[in-house]
């Protein structure tokens, strides 16, 4: 009986391994490779919807996790989501929520769903960090003197 080329992955190492595989397949493009490329795609989606956790991470987490995956650097986002640096830190640092645009262009780049950018998180806002409910942290108080 024939040995399969591919089959379903069921360790991490296997994973890497085909992850690998299709990487280098891609970077040579060629046509005769599309079955087996789409082949390797299937099957390390079926992996990915089964055993990553993105869902527990929040959106600064995952990008982060993201970034370190695909070796990018801060520098790297400025120019992908278009931009400035203290934008870029402002929202690694968590105090700079994400727009619709930014999840947008975050879902293409990375190829993950913009659900997954597009949930609640805790900003950190220094003007209000004393704060201990940290749901208020991300707006600015102005507090009014009251006269007794």
Known sequence: METLKYVIIKTKKQYNEYCNTLENLVMTNNK?????????????????S?????????????LK???????????????ILELSKGTVSKILSSQKGLSK???RKLSDYFNV????????YKLINEINRHFRDASLM???KHFKKVLA
Request: charged letters at 30%.
């Open 138 to 140: 991300n707006t600015k």
């Open 50 to 62: 089964e055993h990553n956790s993105f869902n527990e991470l929040n959106p600064v987490e995952l």
């Open 65 to 79: 996790t993201l970034m370190e995956t695909n070796n990018l650097k801060s520098k790297d986002l400025v120019e």
């Open 101 to 103: 645009e930014t999840i």
């Open 32 to 48: 005769v490779d599309s079955d087996e490329i789409d082949l390797l795609n299937l099957l390390i989606e079926k992996w990915d």
């Open 113 to 120: 769903s913009q659900e997954a950018f597009n949930r609640p």
